[in-house]
């Protein structure tokens, strides 16, 4: 039997939330017995309505719905030294779910291709199950008294189809198969990206796997100390406590960046140029951070 | 495995009570409530587009209830799934309407237009009263009393886009569609002209190298292959393409070979996170600063081929004069340029360095730092730089406006409806419409197509004002899209507009100002058929959200045929026969009625081959002239010196301080500079009244559009992220909420445009606009030469009580 899931890749996605207004577009107003319900409305308007009537003084209101997939946006760093990230969250299914845990009467039930479904009927008046998920992936529908959320478009799965935030997404960010089956793309894709889920310390076990999740960075510039002259093709490394290393080198705006760092630890990171003196400094790495200018000066200077 | 059979019955059942589209309380308003659900029901999916793309459409018992890819993993851009909200939208005009207190025989009542309240009347009444309104004004006054407001950004369709009458870019008349027919057989009309969109590449391109400043000279194919360096400047390549799907897939491929990119943006855009190895963040609007900054770099460290540059421009000396500072006393250093863009002098240095360097292709978006009144400057230098630099002509160099991939060719096009050429009796440039109305005659000067420099008056002598407005295929250019929209507002609500009419599906602007308007079908309310990308789609009618509604088309016959001139308009033809003309101007390889049930054919995307155009140019300049006065790229015009004198700053192409920037007076009150990119979804001030995008986030929070604020700016004004805000100036003031982010330059607000203008007390163009509308706050003043002054916008912000 296949066990579903999903990979997504955060570094791609550009944040059009096309999946989001696409999942939105399935599950407002559309039922799907016995998987989901219709999930509320998204509306919005002004107070007291205008058109076609006059009003004396409006204020704008909206009501947001769910966000069976919903996307947030990552800023780390400090202008002008930024990374910003995009993460699309649906459902993780996990393998170890728990919404299934926390509901009673069976409720929440696992599919055998591993979909974790809420029931719409059974779930009624559920409403510990919003809390339930470290994901905040559950919503209350207050009009039916029930707690919904993805159902990884278990309607659309039966048919051969893939979800829809798949379909939907113009950049391709997100793909979708069988991870028990090595050769699947999916298993493939995660295998070379080193794909991973979301807070794995969490222990629920996702099926929704990440590539280019934000990391904390490094950065830096390396000039000439006496003119302040932007000094390209300087080589940098930097060091940490346990031994590991990396190696980059300055580029044609005399910038150097290292990715998808530790923080909490010490690094060291030297800078060398030929014809100048080394320059090393300790770094404490508290976040994704710039280190500003690394001024060399010249041999014998 | 719960199986479940394979079939298309949805199962609608009622479950407990139904939420209702719209918690309002006024009887007469635009409830669309959902049906109450039935038993198991055949789902049918029906092909259709929208300007997002095309999508199948999901209709059960005649409700448009969902949509899909038209195929698994077809999706070209990000929009076609918000098609339905629009269709479905709270703010549909439901049946024809007239103001209460607009009697046409009495007391008009204009000043209350925007405040009055609406009833409902029949067709007959409606479409009587606009016609009768069309003879008297002709009768009264001539044809060209009646105004038409030519608006390009018409939902799609190849039947049902009614064109329009313009002089978009004058000398060339853009005459097309059902609208162009029906003023010529009218007997003329006055018309809205300029633009929004690519105002200095209008004029500057042409002034510069005799064409459109932002024409792509170069395809992708030669981009991947043989640029070294591309830059995005002043523009979110990634997400403002109308194709995201192929746009995406290109900029991959760059960043996968590892051609270099850098972005140039006051804001961290989406293309700078994700694709650029180099962001720069300039301050908004000295652009030109560092730009002949870089050419002194070049100068001084001999990194260009002065020889070619010679030979291939007009007004080099000139020019190097200019940047060495020998003309003025001012050198054009880095260390100039830097203290002025707010970046460090170095930062210029390496990026001139490289551009000399490698082949350079430039996205100078028709956007971005074109839309200000010195945006003439930067495209003019633009392509001056790439001219001294080599890049004109030769592999991997050149410009292009945004979008990377071009529609293939292997299609032939349906063509459109075969427009009349009417009468222009007079053009009003639109950002003088208040001015036309109230204080006539305005005057202004304008680049055309053609590099000269054309002079306009309204009202010509002899030639009527203007008395009707006639709204329709979209507002925005008049009343939400205009700089400066309350002062447009008192225009439309004075009595010299004595009647002023909107066809529209939706409640916009124009409609909430109008005397009557009349409700018109979306696409999916009526059978079309449009050309998207490689696909040829059949437009099926998916639904009746608002059964009153007619078309554009309909509308529009049924007023020629009480004007007298029905017969001439149609051509004699239904509508499904001129349907089927258009069809068979194409090249799908099936009948029509084949063609509406397959629903889409899909053309073979024919690989490119890298192309290069004025390679002629490039290798032969003087046997390959360009279409200049000198045959040359022209950095010094002698047009524009003939035209305005010797000593305006726009005679070479150089850095000629904003209008509205840091040594402004208004500076010291308003110390913020306003960006207003396009929406992140959306066409301008499309789709902005679809409740999914009033909930998503980077665009509106908690009902108010967002500004973006650096924290340093917000800390200063005690402001915090979330926080309802007002952003203001001496023109007006608009609502906000913060979105504190590091992503923006401190000193620089970022504030989408499109925000459908709403006074807090309607009507009242003195009462702040919790629309957020951008055009509150522009000056509407434009330049001699350029048309667009948007982005050099002064502001100040603070938190909002109410």
């Known amino acids: 039997m296949a066990r579903l899931g999903l990979l997504i890749e955060a570094n791609r996605c550009i944040g059009c939330d096309v999946c989001v207004n696409a999942c939105k577009d399935e599950y407002e107003g559309n039922d799907y017995p016995p998987y989901s319900v219709a999930q509320p409305d998204t509306q919005y308007g002004y107070a007291p309505s205008f058109y076609p009537e006059p009003a004396s003084k409006l204020t704008a209101w909206v009501k947001r719905g769910h966000y069976w997939m919903k996307t947030e946006n990552m800023v780390l760093g400090k202008f002008p030294h930024l990374s910003s990230t995009y993460i699309p969250m649906p ?99 995660i295998k070379a990206l080193n794909a991973e889920p979301l807070h794995p310390e969490f222990g629920t076990k996702p099926k929704v796997y990440y590539a280019g999740l934000p990391k904390p960075f490094l950065s830096g510039k390396v000039v000439d100390g006496r003119t302040g002259e932007y000094l390209k093709d300087a080589t940098v490394v930097l060091r940490a406590g346990d031994g590991r290393s990396w190696t980059t080198t300055s580029d044609e705006f005399a910038d150097f960046e290292f990715k998808n760092l530790k923080v909490g630890q010490m690094y060291s990171l030297e800078v060398t140029k030929a014809g100048m003196r080394p320059k090393k400094v300790m770094v404490y790495l508290d976040q994704a951070k710039d280190i500003g200018k690394m001024q060399l000066f010249p041999e014998g200077a | 495995m719960i199986s479940l059979s394979i079939t298309r019955r949805t199962f609608v059942k009622a479950v407990g009570a139904l939420a209702a589209m719209l918690a309002v309380s006024s009887k007469t308003n ?65 049946y024809p309407m007239k103001r209460v207190d607009f009697d046409p025989s009495g007391s008009r009542n204009t000043q209350n237009r925007g405040k009055s309240g609406f009833i409902r009347i029949t067709w007959d009444e409606a479409l009587d009263l606009v016609a009768n309104e069309f003879r008297r004004i002709k009768d009264t006054y001539g044809p060209g009393s009646a105004c038409h407001v030519y608006m390009p950004h018409q939902w799609i369709g190849t039947l049902h886009s009614i064109g329009g009458v313009s002089m978009f870019y004058p000398p060339y008349e853009s005459q097309s569609g059902w609208l162009s027919r029906f003023f010529a057989l009218y007997g003329g009309c006055t018309t809205l002209v300029g633009g929004n969109s690519f105002p200095a590449h209008q004029a500057g391109g042409p002034l510069a190298w005799g064409m459109q400043g932002h024409t792509n000279i170069n395809n992708f194919a030669d981009v991947l292959q043989n640029s070294g360096l591309v830059i995005h400047w002043a523009t979110d390549s990634a997400i403002k393409s109308y194709n995201t799907y192929r746009q995406n897939i290109a900029l991959r491929q760059l960043k996968e070979k590892g051609v270099r990119q850098v972005v140039i943006d006051a804001f961290f855009n989406d293309t700078a996170a994700i694709y650029a190895d180099k962001w720069i963040p300039v301050f908004p609007n000295t652009d030109e600063a560092m730009m002949v900054a870089i050419a002194y770099v070049w100068f001084t460290e001999s990194l260009i081929d002065e020889n070619f540059a010679r030979s291939h421009t007009f007004g080099y000396d000139d020019f190097k004069s200019y940047v060495l500072g020998t003309a003025d006393g001012i050198p054009k250093t880095p260390e100039w340029a830097s203290k002025i863009c707010r970046i460090d002098a170095e930062e210029i240095k390496c990026l001139a360095r ?27 230098l633009v392509i001056a730089l790439q001219a001294i630099s080599g890049n004109i002509g030769r592999p991997g160099g050149g410009v292009c406006s945004i979008e990377l991939t071009t529609r293939p060719s292997t299609m032939k096009s349906f063509g459109s409806i075969p427009g009349m050429k009417a009468s222009i009796v007079n053009m009003i440039f639109h950002v003088y419409f208040r001015d036309a109305v109230l204080n006539p005659p305005v005057t202004w000067t304008s680049v055309g197509t053609d590099g000269k420099i054309y002079t306009y008056t309204y009202p010509k002598a002899g030639t009527p004002e203007i008395h009707l407005m006639a709204f329709s295929g979209g507002s925005g250019f008049t009343m939400n899209q205009n700089p400066g929209v309350p002062r447009h507002i008192e225009a439309l609500q004075s009595p010299k507009i004595e009647f002023a009419y909107c066809q529209s599906p939706w409640w916009e602007t ?77 090249s799908v390889p099936m009948s029509l009625e ?59 192409a150089k850095y000629v301080p904003p209008i509205e920037g840091t040594s402004s007076p208004q500076y010291q009150t308003y110390p913020m500079l306003m960006l207003s990119p396009h929406p992140k979804i959306g066409r301008h001030s499309q789709w902005q009244n679809v409740a999914w995008v009033r909930a998503y986030e980077q665009m509106f929070r908690d009902g108010y559009r967002t500004v973006y604020m650096n924290p340093i700016d917000a800390e200063a004004r005690g402001v915090k992220d979330r926080d309802i805000v007002r952003v203001f100036n001496a023109r007006g003031a608009i609502v906000c909420s913060a979105y504190v982010t590091e992503r923006i330059m401190p000193g620089v607000l970022y504030v989408w445009e499109g925000g459908w203008y709403q006074p807090e007390v309607p009507g009242d163009r003195q009462s702040i606009d919790i629309g957020g509308n951008t055009n509150v706050l522009i000056d509407p003043r434009p330049g001699e030469l350029t048309h667009g002054m948007i982005a050099n916008t002064l502001v100040e912000v603070e938190k909002w009580s109410g």
């Open chain 2, 354 to 380: 490289e551009w000399a360097a490698k082949p350079t292709f430039i996205i100078d978006s028709a956007g971005g730092a074109n839309r200000r009144t010195n945006g003439i400057q930067w495209v003019r």
């Open chain 2, 30 to 94: 635009l409830l669309i409530k959902r049906r109450p659900a039935v038993a198991q029901t055949e789902e049918t999916l029906l092909t259709c587009a929208a300007d997002g793309g095309p999508f199948l459409a999901h209709v059960v018992e005649g409700r448009w209830v969902k949509s899909s890819p038209l195929k698994p993993n077809l999706t070209v851009a990000a929009n076609a799934y918000i098609a339905r909200g629009r269709a479905y939208s709270s703010d549909r005009i439901r």
């Open chain 1, 91 to 189: 459902c993780m299914h996990c393998d170890n779910a728990p919404c299934q845990k926390a509901a009673s009467g069976g409720a929440v039930f696992t599919r055998a291709d591993g979909i974790v479904i809420v029931d719409p009927v059974k779930s009624s008046g559920q409403s510990q199950l919003v809390a339930s998920c470290p994901y905040g992936a559950i919503y209350w529908n207050d009009d039916k008294g029930i707690p919904q959320k993805c159902t990884l478009c278990a309607h659309l799965v039966d048919q051969g189809r893939a979800p829809k935030c798949v379909d939907a997404c113009p950049v391709k960010a997100i793909a979708f198969g069988d991870l028990d089956d090595p050769s699947s793309e999916i298993s493939t894709k």
């Open chain 2, 510 to 586: 124009a409609a909430k100002y109008s005397d009557v308007v009349l409700p018109v079908r979306y696409i999916g309310e009526r059978d079309d058929i449009v050309q998207y990308d490689n696909l040829a789609v059949y437009m099926h009618t998916v639904g009746e959200p608002v059964p009153d509604a007619r078309t554009d088309l309909d509308i529009y016959t049924a007023i020629a045929q009480r004007l007298g001139f029905g017969d001439q308009f149609t051509g004699g033809k239904t509508p499904a026969e001129w349907l089927s003309t258009l069809y068979s101007a194409g």
């Open chain 2, 594 to 652: 084949e063609f509406k049930t397959a629903g889409y054919y899909e053309f073979p995307y024919p690989t490119q081959t890298p192309t290069v155009r004025l390679t002629g140019f490039h290798d032969d300049p003087d046997n390959n002239k360009l279409n200049t006065q000198s045959g040359k790229v022209e950095i010094y015009s002698t047009r524009v010196k003939d035209a305005f004198g010797a000593d305006s700053p726009y005679v070479l």
